[in-house]
Every structure is written in structure tokens, then in C-alpha cells.
Nanobody, 116 residues
Framework: QVQLVESGGGLVQAGGSLRLSCAVS????????IIWYRQAPGKERQLVAQ????????NYADSAKGRFTISRDNAKNTVYLQMNSLKPEDTAVYYC?????????WGQGTQVTVSS
């Protein structure tokens, strides 16, 4: 059974930090790109950061550059999103997505709320 379980969200003050985790099971994690998305109320889902299968390369949305870091531990089947210097506009539900050429899987999301 494929599962992607996000955790680590919560309420934080502006300027604070959170570390999101996405624990994966049910497929060969190391063969999948991992992408973090977020969706704020009334807005479209947007890509935040992505990382290649081996974790060598990563890309970020302009809004995340310099503040967020995506990483993965293939031995633990887990991907992380370290978020620093959080802003109220980072408030959203954050989703973990795993994809390869044939399949794409989603987690249920974790809420991040940044207060001003």
C-alpha cells in the first residue's frame, strides 16, 4: 500500500522555523523525484521545492530560495523540508509528491500557519 505521510506542520511566528517530513512506504522511494507543493486558501497549488532521486540536485520556487532546504534520506524513505525565516505568506497546506515517468503519489498534507 502506497503511503506518503507528512508531519511537522504547525503554528509558528514570523521569522521562525519548521521542519516538515514526508515518510514514504509502498514503493521504491529512491527511484522517485520528490516535490513539495503548497496550497493556500483560495489559491492554486504551487511547487515549493523538488529533489532528484539521489538527492544531488534540487530546485526551489523563487519564494523559497534562500529560506527553504529540501533533502532526502533514501535509507529512511523520508524527505524533509527545512523552512527558515517563515513569513505569513508561507501559510498553506504543504503536500509531499513522489513521481517518476509512470506514477505520481500524494500525501494528505500538513498545515503550516505563520502568524505575524
Amino acid at each position: 500500500q502506497v503511503q506518503l505521510v507528512e508531519s511537522g506542520g504547525g503554528l509558528v511566528q514570523a521569522g521562525g522555523s519548521l521542519r516538515l517530513s514526508c515518510a514514504v512506504s509502498g514503493f521504491t522511494f529512491s527511484s522517485y523525484y520528490i516535490i513539495w507543493y503548497r496550497q493556500a486558501p483560495g489559491k492554486e497549488r504551487q511547487l515549493v521545492a523538488q529533489i532528484t532521486t539521489g538527492g544531488v540536485r534540487s530546485n526551489y520556487a523563487d519564494s523559497a530560495k534562500g529560506r527553504f532546504t529540501i533533502s532526502r534520506d533514501n535509507a529512511k524513505n523520508t524527505v524533509y523540508l527545512q523552512m527558515n525565516s517563515l513569513k505569513p505568506e508561507d501559510t498553506a497546506v504543504y503536500y509531499c509528491n513522489a513521481q517518476n515517468w509512470a506514477y505520481a503519489y500524494w500525501g494528505q498534507g500538513t498545515q503550516v500557519t505563520v502568524s505575524s
